[in-house]
């Protein structure tokens, strides 16, 4: 499994249909709405991440966990 650059759900590599090139790597994701915003501004979402953006997905983990792992809207549930 790896996980989703735009919004963090974790991907099959071995089912994933979503993915795109860039630089000579790889990336995958959930939905057509992550790769199309992937591929708008790569870089965007590539940048190293600060000691606030890890703190924002701490908290995203401990609600994903409150609100039984739903997947965020990205992926077309609700």
């Known amino acids: 499994m790896t ?9 099959d590599e071995q089912t994933d249909r979503y993915k795109t090139d860039y630089n000579g790597k790889t990336y995958l994701f959930c939905s057509t709405v992550c790769l199309e915003s992937f591929q708008k501004n790569p870089s965007q979402y590539l940048k190293k991440r600060g000691i606030i953006a890890r703190f924002l997905d701490w908290v995203a983990k401990g609600n994903k966990k409150e609100f039984h792992d739903t ?8």
């Open 3 to 11: 996980r989703d650059p735009i919004c963090g759900m974790e991907v």
């Open 71 to 78: 997947p965020p809207s990205c992926c077309g549930h609700t």
